[in-house]
T-cell receptor, first 113, second 114 residues
Framework: QKEVEQDPGPLSVPEGAIVSLNCTYSNSAFQYFMWYRQYSRKGPELLMYTYSSGNKEDGRFTAQVDKSSKYISLFIRDSQPSDSATYLCAMRGRSGANSKLTFGKGITLSVRP | GAVVSQHPSWVICKSGTSVKIECRSLDFQATTMFWYRQFPKQSLMLMATSNEGSKATYEQGVEKDKFLINHASLTLSTLTVTSAHPEDSSFYIC??????????FGDGTRLSIL
């Protein structure tokens, strides 16, 4: 079992749809959870950052972390064509080998006008 | 804030040459910098971690003599691909972090070895 599992997609939705992206993980030492957006031929851009369990909202984006279920989600409301990109979940613990970021494989989202 | 600049964005060179890639944190002092490699349609693969003034820690399977990392200051790290060959062609991405804050990534360098 991989440490971080992410639905491989791809995912195609119409403009204005609500998008739900999810990752599950197995390492209980993970405490920092991030979502990155990566456009083609660019580096990942930090979208959301959460420490431990809980929800965080930023504009059209909401991140949720459920440590008891080892499950994290990213919701995108009112999706736009400009949201078309690859979305990577990433997480890490505080120290040692767990302090390195572990990524999901990424899911490619396409928002159709 | 939290801008990481990577240069060059694209380089093409002949087999056998060495290529240096620079990574700078523009508006913060990074305690740790990371170098990744990304193959098409795959996630990022960590190559090495470096702290300012210390030797880099390489991941298993990454040749330290092939991929030289220098982290001379809190805002600059360089990756030199020595005697590059076509199999080294890839997308290289650096990132930087302060303490427990999240990592911020550069825009990557496309390296093509002919």
């Amino acid at each position: 079992q991989k440490e971080v599992e992410q639905d491989p997609g791809p995912l195609s939705v119409p403009e204005g749809a609500i998008v739900s992206l999810n990752c599950t993980y197995s390492n209980s030492a993970f405490q920092y959870f991030m979502w990155y957006r990566q456009y083609s031929r660019k580096g990942p851009e930090l979208l959301m950052y959460t420490y431990s369990s809980g929800n965080k909202e930023d504009g059209r984006f909401t991140a949720q972390v459920d440590k008891s279920s080892k499950y994290i989600s990213l919701f995108i409301r009112d999706s736009q064509p400009s949201d078309s990109a690859t979305y990577l979940c990433a997480m890490r613990g505080r120290s040692g080998a767990n302090s390195k970021l572990t990524f999901g494989k990424g899911i490619t989202l396409s928002v159709r006008p | 804030g939290a801008v990481v600049s990577q240069h060059p964005s694209w380089v093409i060179c002949k087999s056998g040459t060495s290529v240096k890639i620079e990574c700078r944190s523009l508006d913060f002092q990074a305690t740790t910098m990371f170098w990744y490699r990304q193959f098409p349609k795959q996630s990022l693969m960590l190559m090495a971690t470096s702290n300012e003034g210390s030797k880099a820690t390489y991941e298993q399977g990454v040749e330290k003599d092939k991929f030289l990392i220098n982290h001379a200051s809190l805002t600059l790290s360089t990756l030199t691909v020595t005697s590059a060959h076509p199999e080294d062609s890839s997308f290289y991405i650096c990132s930087a972090r302060v303490g427990e804050q999240p990592q911020h990534f550069g825009d990557g360098t496309r390296l093509s070895i002919l």
